[in-house]
T-cell receptor, first 112, second 113 residues
Framework: KQEVTQIPAALSVPEGENLVLNCSFTDSAIYNLQWFRQDPGKGLTSLLL?????REQTSGRLNASLDKSSGRSTLYIAASQPGDSATYLC???????????FGQGTRLTINP | DGGITQSPKYLFRKEGQNVTLSCEQNLNHDAMYWYRQDPGQGLRLIYYSQIVNDFQKGDIAEGYSVSREKKESFPLTVTSAQKNPTAFYLCASSDVWSTDTQYFGPGTRLTVL
């Protein structure tokens, strides 16, 4: 059974710092891995999607990497801003079932 | 303006009542999903449907029921058999044969009084 783990569960950093969020998964049979952002009481917004054949994706200050063989992904946020404060969730789309399996999320706080 | 709508935003239920959460999409997606989120947790799949008049149980289907009579609608009923229904419920949709992202609605917060 696929399991997705995110470390740390919460992170607080001063504005302007670069930071890394981690995601690990137990089964490499995935179609893709996605990073989502969730603001309090809101739905999910897709940030980056990495297909299984890709190694990384970039969007603005965000960069996500995927190492399928080791079952790891990282989300790198450059020059963090208070507006980046949110919960970040990673999820893998498992082969054969078209189902997303989510990690528990990392709650990020950027302090002005 | 394409997207997914969920209603109501907040819902209160008394013990022993069934309640139905609405989910509508105008993205022309074949696949729709219901997830449950508890505080500090990721999302867990309740039910999903890949085509009209067909749906499958997810990981935590007990105490829930769904229907898929129209492509754009996928309502979720939380029955009295669900022992701990207080949670945040999210609906999503996607192209069924695509590895593209799932698109999420704004969610419904259900509280049992």
């Amino acid at each position: 059974k696929q399991e997705v783990t995110q470390i740390p569960a919460a992170l607080s950093v001063p504005e302007g710092e670069n930071l890394v969020l981690n995601c690990s998964f137990t089964d490499s049979a995935i179609y893709n891995l996605q990073w989502f952002r969730q603001d309090p009481g809101k739905g999910l917004t897709s940030l980056l999607l990495i297909q299984s054949s890709q190694r990384e994706q970039t969007s603005g200050r965000l960069n996500a990497s995927l190492d399928k063989s080791s079952g790891r992904s990282t989300l790198y946020i450059a020059a963090s801003q208070p507006g980046d404060s949110a919960t970040y969730l990673c999820a893998v789309l498992i082969q054969g079932a078209q189902k997303l399996v989510f990690g528990q999320g990392t709650r990020l706080t950027i302090n002005p | 303006d394409g997207g997914i709508t969920q209603s109501p935003k907040y819902l209160f239920r008394k013990e022993g009542q069934n309640v139905t959460l609405s989910c509508e999409q105008n993205l022309n997606h074949d696949a729709m999903y219901w997830y449950r989120q508890d505080p500090g947790q990721g999302l867990r799949l309740i039910y999903y449907s890949q085509i009209v008049n067909d749906f499958q149980k997810g990981d935590i289907a007990e105490g829930y029921s769904v229907s898929r009579e129209k492509k754009e609608s996928f309502p979720l009923t939380v029955t009295s058999a669900q022992k701990n229904p207080t949670a945040f419920y999210l609906c999503a949709s996607s192209d069924v044969w695509s590895t593209d992202t799932q698109y999420f609605g704004p969610g419904t917060r259900l509280t049992v009084l």
